[in-house]
């Protein structure tokens, strides 16, 4: 019986026949090949619709900064803790606040303008000398001295009754500004020169002016209590107005600093007014005068 035929690979004709006719899914056909193929690209497809879902859901405006996190995103966080008052920046500032800045610039350019005398090369600068004179017929120490010379001098009542009360007026001015001073402590413009007459420690401030509130007492204290004709009058009150000037002339206050002073001696005048001491209200101050 002869032998089946061969293949030129050696295989028989019959087998490879029967390998023929394997089913479409076979692996030999690359059925299995396919199946693999399509189950990657399936699996690619949803994981490619699982980041797009993702991506929407990150863009969603739920999840976006600042939006308000889901429930169940875990528990909500503690807000933050608010500034303190000092590192705030105020937005809307009040309108006081507004006008008080803007007062205060008016007062240092228009107290600048007016130093012509704050140094030897001012454009006033030769006038200095006149106002430094101006300045020590102001100051305190030669008020004090001069009044309790004249209270020592005087022999009758009526002089030391008016002396006494010019002595306690100038001691409550002294206090006063030296108070305020204090407790305010506003600088001196930064074109002064401190060469001023018998300085203390409070005297390195500014508001207010002494000179000013002095000149303003001493001014009405005399215009009420002295019979003066019209032009003393008219001197002394021109007198109180060209030493509050020279105070900002010669760069030792601000506009500011001269106008509340004068205000504050107008008003101590009407303190010592209504506090008058007299040997009605005070007779053991009047005593104790006498026997000296």
Not at 74 to 99: K, Y
Not at 199 to 207: I, N, P, R
Not at 228 to 245: C, E, T
């Amino acid at each position: 019986m002869p032998s089946p035929r061969r293949s030129g690979e050696g295989r028989p004709l019959g087998a490879s026949a029967s390998s023929g006719s394997s089913s479409p899914g076979s692996p030999a056909h690359g059925g299995g090949g396919r199946f693999e193929f399509q189950s990657l690209l399936s699996s690619r497809a949803t994981g490619a619709d699982l980041t797009c879902a993702r991506l929407r859901a990150s863009e969603s405006p739920v999840h976006r900064r600042g939006s308000f996190p889901l429930a169940a995103a875990g528990p909500p966080q503690a807000p933050p803790a608010p500034l303190p008052e000092e590192d705030r920046m105020d937005l809307n500032p009040s309108f006081l606040g507004i006008a008080l800045r803007s007062l205060l610039a008016i007062d240092l350019w228009l107290s600048k303008k007016l130093g012509v005398c704050a140094g030897e090369s001012s454009s006033w600068g030769s006038v200095r000398p006149l106002m430094k004179l101006l300045e020590i017929s102001g100051h305190g120490i030669p008020w004090l001295l001069g009044t309790l010379y004249c209270l020592a001098r005087s022999d009758s009542w009526a002089g030391r009754e008016v002396l006494m009360n010019l002595l306690f007026a100038l001691l409550l001015d002294l206090l006063l500004v030296a108070l305020i001073k204090g407790l305010v402590r506003r600088r001196r413009p930064a074109h002064n020169q401190m060469d001023m007459f018998v300085t203390l420690s409070v005297d390195k401030y500014s508001f207010p002016s002494g000179h000013a509130t002095r000149a303003a007492l001493v001014s009405r204290f005399i215009l009420n209590h002295l019979v003066l004709a019209i032009p003393l009058r008219v001197l002394v009150v021109l007198w109180a107005f060209v030493l509050g000037l020279s105070r900002v002339m010669l760069g030792r206050h601000n506009v500011t600093d001269v106008a509340f002073g004068f205000f504050l001696g107008y008003m101590q005048y009407s303190i010592v007014d209504y506090c008058w001491l007299s040997p009605h209200t005070t007779p053991v101050l009047f005593v104790l005068w006498n026997q000296q």
